[in-house]
Structure formats: C-alpha cells, structure tokens
C-alpha cells in the first residue's frame, strides 16, 4: 500500500486533518500485513464507479482501493541538526512514496505561527531548506565511503558528487538530471528532496467562502518547488470545516458543502491528487462476489498490473478480457458485453488504462 507522510510545521493544523482523514478510515481486514498505529490512517480513493458497477453487478462487497496517511511530527527549523524531534521526524519521512506538505494560510490570534507570522512562501522554503539540509549529510555519508576509482561503484560515484553539488545550491533532488545508469544509486539514498509533493494549504472557513487562491508569490514559489516537466498539486482545505464534515450525516455533508459552494470536500480531493501524484491509476474487477479497484502505475502493462489482484498473475498471466467501466455500465452486463463482442481479448503488450474493467486469464 502506498503511503502519504503529513508534515508540517508546528501549529498549522496537521493533527486537525489528520483526526478529520481518520474519520474516513476504512475496514483494512482486505489489505494484509498493513499494522495501523494511532498516528496511521488508511483511507478510501473517493470513486463513485464501485457503486455503479456494483449494482450492475449485484455485487456483495465494494472493494475501494486506498492510500495510507501518516502524521509525522511536527518539523522545526533546526531538525537536521536534531532540533525538535529532528532525526525520528526525518527517518520517519524517508519511509513515505509522497509528502503531504501542510501550509498555514489562516490567521488566528489564538494560534501561534511558530515564525510569528503568515507567511506560506517563506514556510515551504524553511521546510525544503531543512530536507536539503538533511540530504546533504546523507550524501556526504556516502561520499566518504565510497572510492573514486573503485569499478563497482563507478556509476554511483558521479552521481553522488552531482547530487552534493546541487544540494549544496540549495536545489532539491528531483531537479537534477540523472543518467540512467545513476538513477539505482540515487533512489537506493531514499533522498527527502526526491520525493513527491502535494502542498496542502490549510485556510479559514471565510477564504474558503471566498474562493481563495494562491497569490503570485506563492505560485512562484510552487514553481520552484515543481520537478521537471511537471505542476505542483496542491489543494486548498479548511481543515475545522473538513472535521466537522468528518463528523456529519451524509445530509448534513451534502447541505455544509452547498453553503460553502463545493461539489466535495477538500479531503476527497487532497486524497485525490495524492493518487495522482504518485501517477497512479484506478482499474477494477466486478462480480457477484465483489466490486473492486485496483492500484497500477500510469504505463504499467497489464501483466505487472496484474499483480495487484495477485503476486503470481504477473508470471501466470496469459491474457486479459478488458472494458472500459462506462462501456460496461452502458451495456448492463458483463455477459451481455461478451455476447456483442464489446470486450476486447488483449496479450502482455497491452497498457492498462485509467477505468479499465479487466478479467484476467492465467
């Protein structure tokens, strides 16, 4: 299972999204050899199709995949150097696929901004300066154990000194390019600067209302903080209103999320984007038995999607019968769809697409 480390600076409202993600916690009992402590919640990738399909279906269970939050303490300036709860903060960080990063935007006499002041711009550079920092002493480790003109680690080398080089800059670790023969060396280091990143901002009720945006310098900040190539997700979240969702009826969510002019809450979308940012897709099975989705990375083909549903399918795998959800939902059965010849018999080159229903052959 993937997972999301939720850091933040102290006093911007981490443990508040948190305990309002745990309330959307589900039953784990299908997801084996996952250990939940107090400060992990597994939560469901918000998909209205499992409903559909498992009508159509008849389907005694829904199956929803899911993404693993934790809540990782509070970080301080001064955490590589140990200050706070510094190194336990950071090793608990190297341990996470992305880094949900939590931004204070909303002013409130009653809470102390640890800097004294709102200022997003200059909190996200505080945060990514101390990961640079910590990375840093990672590389300079390794470089002290590793010999120039040793042959066995001739491509580890360059790209130890790439990467001290740029950290040194202040640059993060996904802005710099890497051969394909050094990029082993750098994911074997789990640098923090290599990760992905969801910038969560955390606002009032009355920017909320209002439609907040990010102004242009913290859009400029964004920027510098994209890996190549790619945008910065971010999402804006009031996170005592996401609580106070958390604890509603479904009546009560469908009127406060009306009042506030939302189709769905904040949290739906910040698990949402996480599941992109980690450029990942949603296909799915569906059956008497159960409707269920499943987790494979954009790109995948089918065979290594397989191995989702199980370990063994990727080597087993012989063929796939694949429709697209809305396809199926369209014709109003799997055995009707078989019969129109509208599902399509695919081999092992076969790319495996967002919405795929799939039957996999071993």
Not at 350 to 357: A, C, F, N, S
């Amino acid at each position: 299972m993937l997972s999301i480390g939720i850091v933040g600076l102290p006093n911007v409202g981490k443990s508040t999204l948190f305990k309002a993600l745990t309330k959307k916690q589900i039953d784990i009992q299908n997801y084996p050899f996952t250990t939940i402590d107090p400060n992990v919640g597994v939560v469901a990738v918000p998909d209205d199709r499992l409903g559909l399909l498992a009508k159509m279906s008849g389907s005694k269970k829904i199956i929803p995949t899911a993404i693993e939050f934790i809540d990782i303490a509070g970080l301080v300036k001064g955490a590589s150097q140990g200050e706070g709860l510094g190194n336990k903060f950071l090793a608990n960080i190297r341990e996470v696929d992305a880094i949900a990063e939590i931004v204070r935007v909303f002013d409130d006499s009653d809470i102390i901004h640890v800097h004294k002041q709102i200022n997003p711009s200059s909190d996200i550079e505080t945060i990514n300066a101390e990961l640079i920092i910590a990375d840093l002493e990672t590389v300079t480790k390794r470089l002290d154990k590793t010999r120039p003109n040793d042959p066995t680690v001739k491509d580890a080398y360059p790209a130890l000194i790439k990467l001290k080089e740029a950290l040194q800059k202040g640059m993060l670790a996904y802005h710099v390019s890497f051969s394909d023969k050094e990029l082993p060396t750098v994911r074997e280091l789990t640098l923090l600067t290599y990760k992905k990143f969801i910038y969560v901002f955390n606002i009032s009720e009355a920017q909320l209302k209002g439609g907040w945006q990010p102004d242009d310098a913290l859009l400029k900040t964004l920027s510098l903080s994209a890996a190549p190539g790619t945008e910065t997700q971010w999402v804006a979240v009031c996170n005592t209103f996401e609580l106070l969702l958390s604890e509603a009826t479904p009546e009560e969510q469908e009127m406060y999320l009306s009042e506030v002019g939302l189709k769905k809450s904040g949290l739906d979308t910040l698990i949402e984007r996480s599941y992109k940012t980690l450029g990942l897709l949603t296909f799915l099975t569906t059956g008497e038995d159960e409707t269920r989705a499943w987790t494979a990375h954009v790109g995948d083909p089918i065979p290594r999607a397989s191995r989702a549903i199980h370990t063994d399918f990727e080597q087993k795998f012989i063929r796939a019968d694949v429709i697209n959800w809305k396809e199926l939902l369209d014709i109003g059965a799997w055995g009707k769809a078989r019969e129109v010849g509208k599902l399509k018999t695919v081999g092992k080159d076969y790319t495996i697409q967002e919405g795929d229903v799939v039957e996999i052959k071993i």
